[in-house]
């Protein structure tokens, strides 16, 4: 099973850009569709963006940060990224990266199998 970290959150203004990573060991990472979901307190967990296995153009965005988020991955560095612009306020929350087998539930926090300790990101306005 692939083991994940989350490193790249931190403060940040209103309209700044951060770049999280995603990195694995174990298992193979060329297998899994990665994930990125959030969860601020209080609310639940919340899908931001999935990349399929082979990248290839096959990702999915969240509605809220579709045009601002990026997903991307090098299946050689075993790493997953998401690019963050104009970030807002209502972006902060700890991110979380998962594996999962199943591309055709990208969307559904429940098909994945590991999950990493998870990245703080505030946005302060």
Do not use: H
Request: proline share 2%; aromatic share 12%.
């Amino acid at each position: 099973q692939v083991q994940l970290t989350e490193s790249g959150g931190g403060l940040v203004q209103a309209g700044d850009s951060l770049r999280l990573s995603c990195s694995a060991s174990g298992g193979t990472f060329g297998t899994y569709t990665i994930g990125w979901f959030r969860q601020a307190p209080g609310k639940e967990r919340q899908f931001v963006a999935g990349i399929a296995e082979s990248g290839d153009g096959n990702v999915r965005y969240g509605r809220s940060v579709e045009g601002r988020f990026t997903i991307s991955r090098d299946n050689l560095k075993g790493t997953v990224y998401l690019q963050m612009n104009s970030l807002k306020p209502e972006d902060a929350a700890i991110y979380y990266c998962a594996a999962s087998k199943t591309w055709r539930l990208v969307r559904f926090s429940s098909a994945y199998e590991s999950w990493g300790q998870g990245t703080q990101v505030t946005v302060s306005s």
